[in-house]
């Protein structure tokens, strides 16, 4: 049984947690996947790619599917893994839940889907070089610094769940928890 300190202590881990990745997500998804599209799009609709409109929709979709699994990604750091996506609050407990079951890097996915889904939507090739050099920064700091971080904080309990879930493209059916 844990006593009220114990209880306490977590409460007051997880609000910090919550505030924590409540303005880290002010600070960067919102402004890689919202101020910086706007700022080189201005949001205004060109012609569909291809003459297609049908990619239009293909665009919401990513972006209704992205926008919520970004905001589950990041409940899941602060509720389950008491810290924040930033590097300088990192979460205290692995993540493997959610998302996680499927992807070992969602809110990565997410903002790149977002973008692109945007790219879709507006007709606008900026947002398509943009997503895809983002993703590369992405990709770069994952295997650079990220992964050897995880691997050197929660050892073989990350190793396990890299090796069982993939780091950019999501598997269908999810990972089970032994």
Not at 10 to 24: E, Y
């Amino acid at each position: 049984m844990r006593s009220q300190r114990q209880v306490s202590g977590t409460v007051v881990q997880r609000t910090i947690a919550v505030l924590g990745s409540a303005a880290f997500f002010v600070v960067a998804p919102c402004t890689l996947a919202g101020l910086v599209p706007w700022s080189i799009t201005g949001w205004h609709v060109q012609p569909p790619f291809l003459g297609l409109e049908l990619i239009r929709g293909l665009g919401a979709v990513m972006i209704l599917a992205g926008v919520p699994g970004l905001v589950d990604a990041f409940a899941r750091f602060a509720l389950l893994g008491l810290g924040t996506p930033a590097p300088i609050a990192p979460p205290q407990n692995l993540v493997v839940t959610g998302l996680y079951r499927h992807v070992r890097n969602p809110m990565y996915v997410a903002v790149t889907a977002i973008i692109l889904g945007q790219a879709a939507l507006l007709g606008d090739w900026r947002l398509i070089v943009y997503g895809a050099l983002l993703w590369l920064f992405f990709h770069v700091f994952v295997v650079a610094y990220e992964e050897p971080m995880l691997v050197q904080t929660f050892g073989k309990e990350y190793e396990a769940f890299r090796a069982a879930v993939p780091r950019w493209i999501p598997r269908m059916s999810p990972r089970r928890s032994k």
